[in-house]
């Protein structure tokens, strides 16, 4: 902040008693890159890493539909604490912590208790005490709760609300304010309840050798009367599924020689699965949250994304997503008609924000096109037609306002109408124009030839404009300016370039880059300025500006090595694509094969590891999205349901060996495919009717 406002001149300084006291420092987000989340939307439970115990500190506590419903819950066992040795998730919504305790009748340092708890993101937890010794034990178990129910948004920037009192409610304890409750009720009833401490205690007789579960239920609800008030809606209750939307997509599995992508991609559909929420308006309609724990609910452009990369595991994701977003599309006539509506986003320190909202009104009509060459059946298509058709209308509309000479006539401004005029940006426009152009050819729609010939003006002008010519081979600029002032920053959102889409018969749509030009943006996407050994930073690392835990200007993006691996993969670039593909499996499995959003961007050592980013979020959807996507690069499926063929072109060097794919979906039907060590591939199962080749 420093530099943005006038400092009054001074001739001396002014005595101590009179200066003003330094501006209040601004909430900070918490950091959560130790924190053990598991997740299962709308609930959550956010734990230490290292410790079983909810303390109330930073996020730590059970959240559900945006609340933290309870912050502290703390064992004690014969007045001691648990030494929690170790803690681990059994899935994207459950967690076990195991820990010991010695009892007053240990002969020797060996502790003769074991203490489990199951803790699961639907508000349930059993904790579990084991007798190991050879006499009964009786002891006295106590839990201490608290919570604030305050708003994870407040939580989130470390400003918790005071702990509530409680009240004795049934077999626990009572929180309420005067819009909401919660309530934990224990199993079997404790011994006491005290109020005043938050307190439930047990007297547990331990038989030699045997265990004693206390089951643990968070619940919460609206305050009031019997009737809401006008406008309120109860809360779901914790401790139930009924709000759960079912998968939609297939249980891929996955066979390798490399045992660690078939733990990438379980645990990656594991967390998508937590990841899921339900289109409010009409909850038959699925989509994903953007990540944990900052963003609950989904964001347009990412969610996208997420279901584009799934498209090989079925097209429902794709179809609820697109009809979610259709039904916020600005319909009203305007500048705006036509596009979806999305909130700016931090572009890093040499750019304004982009805007979300553009970026998925781009992608609506690719991810409708390669949807229905998956499979997408033709009444979805014919539905979400119309919403397709005012994105490119949109499209069409944004560029002819920018006019003139300059750098950006005939471009996309982003965000809109000022600019300035992204790399990325222009690539997703010039898919969705080519790709648009295919889907209203096919569905006898007019405007395809007009689409086209707008895109081969983009490219021309993309390459007069956005090209900067240097001794190395020259460089796609980040972005223009509105006054056509190049930024030439390499950035890795220049994979986007490589990105073109999907068309018929197996092939991709062309691209803004000549082949020269291609093969020098892939060379750089692999130079060493970009990729980490663990994938590609945003910024490159000689680039002023460039800090490794930069969110835009620096840090890994998990999502964008994924598209840049798939992308160099279907170029024909095998060697680059392999290297990206490697470094996100290897960064996985220092994340439990969790991989966050995002992680700092370091150079690779021989024994260093990825370090992690304080506040990324973990699960999140599009590096979730992202594994899947880089792992099926492997075998390079080429799918045109409506043209009745199928492809299948594995990359040939077989970097993780061979591998075997089952439980994907290809027109609504199952698909399987083996490839050899040599990289050769066949299919096992397919939909009838396709036509199968090389």
């Given at each position: 902040?420093a530099?943005?406002?006038?400092t ?5 300084p002014?005595?101590a008693?009179q ?15 130790t924190?053990?989340i598991?997740v299962a939307?709308?609930a ?6 290292t410790?079983?115990?909810?303390t109330?500190?930073?996020?730590e506590?059970f959240?559900?539909s945006?609340?933290?419903v309870?912050?502290?819950c703390?064992?004690?066992v014969?007045?001691?604490q648990?030494l929690t040795?170790?803690?681990r998730?059994?899935?994207a919504d459950?967690?076990?912590f ?7 009748h240990?002969?020797g340092?060996d502790?003769g208790?074991l ?9 349930t ?5 084991h007798?190991n010794t050879?006499r ?5 178990v ?11 948004s ?6 918790p609300?005071?702990d ?12 309420t304010?005067d ?6 009720t224990?199993?079997?009833p404790p ?5 005043a401490a938050?307190?439930?205690?047990w007297?547990?007789?331990l ?6 579960t206390?089951?643990?239920?968070v619940?919460?609800?609206t305050?009031g009367?019997?009737?809401p008030p006008?406008?309120?809606?109860a809360?779901?209750?914790a401790?139930?599924?009924a709000?759960r ?7 891929a ?5 490399d045992p660690?992508?078939s733990?990438?991609?379980t645990?990656a ?5 937590g ?8 909850p038959?309609d699925?989509?994903?949250a953007a ?8 964001a ?15 097209t429902?994701l794709?179809a609820g997503t697109l009809?979610?977003l259709?039904r916020?599309?600005?319909?009203a006539?305007g ?8 909130p700016?986003?931090?572009a890093g320190p ?5 805007c ?6 781009l992608?609506f ?6 949807a229905?060459?998956w499979g ?5 298509v014919?539905?979400l037609?119309p919403a397709a058709?005012r994105?490119?209308t949109?499209l069409?509309a944004?560029s002819?306002?920018v ?14 109408p000022?600019g300035p005029?992204r790399?990325?940006t222009?690539?997703?426009a ?20 007009e689409?086209?010939?707008w ?12 090209w900067?010519d240097?001794p190395?081979?020259?460089?796609p ?9 190049p ?7 220049a994979a986007?370039l490589l ?6 018969s197996g ?8 082949g020269?030009?291609m093969e ?6 692999n130079?060493p ?22 969110h ?13 691996a ?10 680059e ?6 470094g ?6 220092s994340f439990g094969?969790?991989?966050p959003e995002m992680?700092?961007?370091h ?5 260093g ?5 304080p506040?990324?979020?973990r ?5 979730a ?8 690069a492997l075998?390079?499926?080429r799918?045109?349901?409506p043209?009745?063929?199928?492809s299948v072109r ?5 970097p ?11 027109a609504e039907?199952?698909?399987?495919v ?5 990289g050769?591939g066949m299919?096992e199962e ?5 036509q199968l080749?090389?």
């Amino acid at each position: 902040m420093a530099g943005m406002f006038p400092t009054p001149p001074q001739t001396h300084p002014a005595p101590a008693r009179q200066r003003a006291a330094p501006p209040p420092r601004p909430p900070e987000p918490q950091p959560v890159h130790t924190a053990l989340i598991c997740v299962a939307l709308p609930a959550l439970v956010i734990s230490s890493g290292t410790n079983g115990q909810l303390t109330g500190n930073g996020m730590e506590g059970f959240y559900r539909s945006g609340r933290r419903v309870l912050a502290r819950c703390v064992l004690r066992v014969a007045g001691a604490q648990p030494l929690t040795v170790q803690a681990r998730t059994l899935g994207a919504d459950r967690a076990r912590f195991t820990g010991t305790l010695r009892t007053p009748h240990d002969p020797g340092p060996d502790p003769g208790l074991l203490v489990e708890r199951l803790r699961n993101a639907d508000g349930t937890e059993r904790i579990t005490l084991h007798n190991n010794t050879p006499r009964a034990l009786r002891l006295p178990v106590e839990i201490t709760f608290s919570t604030d129910l305050a708003e994870l948004s407040a939580v989130a920037l470390g400003l918790p609300g005071p702990d509530l009192p409680a009240s004795v409610h049934a077999a626990g304890l009572r929180w309420t304010t005067d819009t909401v409750h919660a309530t934990v009720t224990a199993t079997p009833p404790p011994d006491d309840a005290l109020a005043a401490a938050g307190l439930l205690r047990w007297n547990l007789d331990l038989p030699p050798g045997a265990p004693r579960t206390i089951e643990l239920t968070v619940r919460s609800g609206t305050t009031g009367p019997t009737h809401p008030p006008t406008g309120g809606a109860a809360l779901p209750a914790a401790g139930t599924h009924a709000t759960r939307p079912p998968r939609p997509w297939s249980t891929a599995r996955l066979q390798c020689d490399d045992p660690r992508a078939s733990a990438l991609l379980t645990t990656a559909l594991d967390d998508l699965n937590g990841l899921l929420t339900r289109d409010p308006a009409v909850p038959a309609d699925t989509g994903l949250a953007a990540g944990i724990p900052w963003r609950c609910t989904p964001a347009p452009a990412e969610a996208l994304a997420a279901a584009r990369m799934l498209l090989p595991l079925g097209t429902r994701l794709a179809a609820g997503t697109l009809r979610t977003l259709a039904r916020s599309q600005h319909a009203a006539p305007g500048p705006d008609f036509g596009r979806i509506p999305g909130p700016l986003r931090d572009a890093g320190p040499h750019s304004p924000p982009s805007c979300t909202g553009i970026e998925a009104t781009l992608l609506f009509p690719a991810v409708l096109a390669e949807a229905r060459r998956w499979g997408l059946p033709a009444p979805d298509v014919e539905r979400l037609l119309p919403a397709a058709e005012r994105c490119l209308t949109w499209l069409r509309a944004t560029s002819a306002r920018v006019a003139g000479p300059s750098a950006g006539a005939g471009c996309v401004p982003d965000p809109a109408p000022a600019g300035p005029y992204r790399c990325e940006t222009q690539a997703h426009a010039h898919r969705a124009a080519l790709l648009g152009a295919d889907l209203l050819d096919a569905c006898d729609r007019p405007g395809a030839e007009e689409l086209r010939e707008w895109a081969a003006e983009l490219r021309r002008r993309f390459r007069d404009h956005f090209w900067i010519d240097d001794p190395g081979g020259g460089r796609p600029a980040a972005l223009c300016a509105p006054d056509g002032r190049p930024l030439t920053r390499l950035v890795s959102g220049a994979a986007h370039l490589l990105d073109t889409g999907l068309l018929g018969s197996g092939t991709y749509a062309p691209g803004l880059l000549d082949g020269v030009r291609m093969e020098q943006v892939a060379k750089l996407l692999n130079s060493p300025v970009l990729d980490t050994g663990w994938g590609l930073r945003g910024l490159g690392s000689k680039e002023d500006g460039y800090n490794p835990f930069g969110h835009r200007s620096g840090a890994v993006r998990v999502h964008e090595t994924a598209v840049a691996a798939s992308a160099l993969a279907a170029a024909g670039r095998e060697a680059e694509a392999t290297s990206l593909i490697r470094g996100l499996l290897d960064a996985s499995e220092s994340f439990g094969y969790r991989l966050p959003e995002m992680y700092a961007g370091h150079q690779r050592t021989g024994d260093g590891a990825p370090v992690p980013h304080p506040t990324a979020c973990r699960p999140a959807a599009v590096a979730a999205a992202g594994a899947v996507h880089a792992l099926l690069a492997l075998v390079g499926i080429r799918p045109d349901v409506p043209g009745g063929t199928l492809s299948v072109r594995p990359l040939s060097g077989t970097p993780l060996g061979a591998l075997h794919v089952a439980g994907l979906t290809v027109a609504e039907q199952p698909f399987s495919v083996r490839v050899g060590g040599r990289g050769l591939g066949m299919v096992e199962e397919a939909a009838d009717g396709l036509q199968l080749g090389a």
